[in-house]
């Protein structure tokens, strides 16, 4: 069961890029790596997702190594409304649920 | 869009109480998953079912039993609620198999004293 651990918390100011690693060194094959954002009293909502490289969205980037033991978020030019929890999740629901680990989230912070 | 509802945004009961959290989806998904979000912890899997009365076990199973009847509805049962029960609980589908990504409802708050 792969493992995640994720930095706690993150602040940035208003037009930066932001970027924010995952690593999952035991991470299995068939593991999907995915990315969710979360406000207060709100479930948390799909960003993007990846298996190997690069991803790009109209949102965020999600960029994978090749050995797929981490995998790094990346939002262009934030603003306060990025301000949220941000989860990463690695898993593959295909043999059961016990496949899927959450890490325990990165508080973004955007400030003026 | 795709709506997952949760029965009740805020929930108080009490110790020994058996507990129904219901959870209901809209868009044919096979597979619905519970989780509970302490702080700290991050999301933990508690059951997760991929088809109508199928169910697979989580991270932290214990003290809570799940019942799909039908496609749309996953219910979470706690069975004799404890006050480390206490926590804020999702529910989310999906459909098909891989890491197909998650719809979350909002969450149920629990509170059981």
């Known amino acids: 069961l792969a493992k995640t651990t994720q930095p706690i918390s993150m602040d940035s100011y208003e037009g930066q890029e932001v970027n924010i690693t995952c690593s999952h060194n035991?991470?299995?094959?068939?593991?999907?790596i995915t990315w969710y954002q979360q406000f207060p009293s709100q479930g948390p909502r799909f960003i993007i997702q990846g298996y190997k490289t690069k991803v790009t969205n109209e949102v965020a980037s999600l960029f994978i190594p090749a050995d797929r033991k981490s995998s790094t978020l990346s939002l262009p030019r934030v603003s306060l409304s990025d301000t949220a929890v941000y989860y990463c999740?690695?898993?593959?629901?295909?043999?059961?649920?016990?496949?899927?680990?959450f890490g325990t989230g990165t508080q973004l912070k955007v400030e003026l | 869009d795709v709506k997952v509802t949760q029965s009740s945004r805020y929930l108080v009961k009490r110790t020994g109480e058996k507990v129904f959290l219901e959870c209901v989806q809209d868009?044919?998904?096979?597979?619905m998953f519970w989780y509970r979000q302490d702080p700290g912890l991050g999301l933990r899997l508690i059951y997760f079912?991929?088809?109508?009365?199928m169910k697979e076990k989580g991270d932290i199973p214990e003290g809570y039993s799940v019942s799909r009847e039908k496609k749309e509805r996953f219910s979470l049962i706690l069975e004799s609620a404890s006050t480390n029960q206490t926590s804020m609980y999702l529910c989310a589908s999906s459909w098909g198999q891989g890491g197909q990504p998650q719809h979350f409802g909002d969450g149920t708050r629990l509170s059981i004293l």
């Open positions: 999740l690695v898993g593959d629901i295909g043999g059961g649920g016990n496949k899927l680990t």
């Open positions: 868009m044919d998904h096979e597979n």
């Open positions: 079912s991929y088809d109508v009365k």
């Open positions: 035991n991470i299995a094959t068939n593991d999907y």
